[in-house]
């Protein structure tokens, strides 16, 4: 299947994931921490726009590989996703699913670079394994690197033996370039099930959801997704976005235009910590 094609089966399967993803990412709470009473935002709903700020402080340069880390703890078995992070003052991360593409990652990466931020990327294992050099630079250049699945299928639709083959065989190209396993896993669709949970946290992974969707796959754009990000910008959250499964040509240029805006504004873009038992 060529991967521009992704996109067709993707919006097929999307309207029945919307519900199943709706139902897992019900819940807000911090990486580590307990549950918290914050509800979502509602669907649909659009927070005022206001004005941008200028900023106090810039972020620290990247970081590259480090020494191999300790080993971790036991990873926990939630019964949803995360989908707010820890931080002080106003700390938010971006994050981008799907890739690499060497059409768009490339671009993505040069302007997280520019301006010295982090992110995270949730790639899938089928594309990983084609572009090894893309998955290595952003190992290189401090972002996480995630577990999307192999080759993004709905997972509610899988029987258990298929799910952990397509979180496996992920980990493994991830760990086979970047020199570790992935500690984030992301449910394609937002559709999580008990497995998924359960199997994630068997590979040493937390879920993690997102709290503003930008809908950039449905190719809105570039104003409108922008628009989304700014109105929907505020302490711990997680801002989902693609760099692949489509022209991505948007979502491109509007990380150009809003990034600079929401670090003059003072937040703190960065990626989350892990925290063990």
């Not at 700020?53 to 019964?79: C, F, I, M, N, Q």
């Not at 949730?122 to 893309?134: I, K, P």
Request: contains cysteine; positive net charge; aromatic residues 6%.
């Amino acid at each position: 299947m060529q991967k521009d094609q992704l996109l067709t089966r993707r919006r097929a399967l999307l309207a029945g994931a919307v519900s199943l993803g709706a139902a897992g990412v019900a819940a807000v709470f911090a990486p580590g921490a307990g549950k918290r009473a914050v509800p979502p935002p509602a669907a649909g709903a659009r927070a005022a726009r206001r004005p941008l700020k200028p900023s106090e402080y810039r972020l620290r340069p990247l970081t590259g590989y480090g020494p191999p880390r300790a080993p971790h703890g036991r990873t926990p078995v939630r019964r949803e996703p995360l989908l707010r992070v820890p931080g002080h003052g106003r700390t938010m991360v971006l994050s981008f699913d799907d890739g690499p593409d060497p059409r768009y990652t490339p671009h993505i990466l040069d302007t997280l670079a520019r301006y010295e931020v982090r992110a995270m990327f949730f790639v899938c294992g089928e594309m990983a394994a084609d572009n090894r050099d893309l998955l290595a630079r952003m190992a290189d250049e401090g972002h996480v690197v995630g577990n999307h699945t192999w080759t993004h299928p709905l997972l509610t639709r899988l029987r258990r033996a298929r799910i952990r083959s397509e979180m496996e065989r992920t980990s493994d190209v991830i760990e086979q370039v970047c020199g570790e396993r992935p500690e984030w896993f992301r449910a394609p669709y937002g559709a999580w099930n008990r497995a998924a949970f359960q199997l994630g946290a068997e590979l040493g992974m937390e879920p993690l959801a997102w709290t503003v969707d930008t809908l950039d796959w449905t190719e809105p754009g570039t104003r409108a997704i922008v628009e989304r990000v700014e109105d929907g910008a505020a302490p711990g959250v997680v801002v989902l976005s693609h760099d692949a499964g489509g022209d991505r040509s948007q979502s491109v240029r509007a990380l150009r235009a809003y990034l600079p805006g929401l670090l003059d504004s003072g937040y703190h873009v960065t990626v989350p910590r892990r925290q063990y038992a």
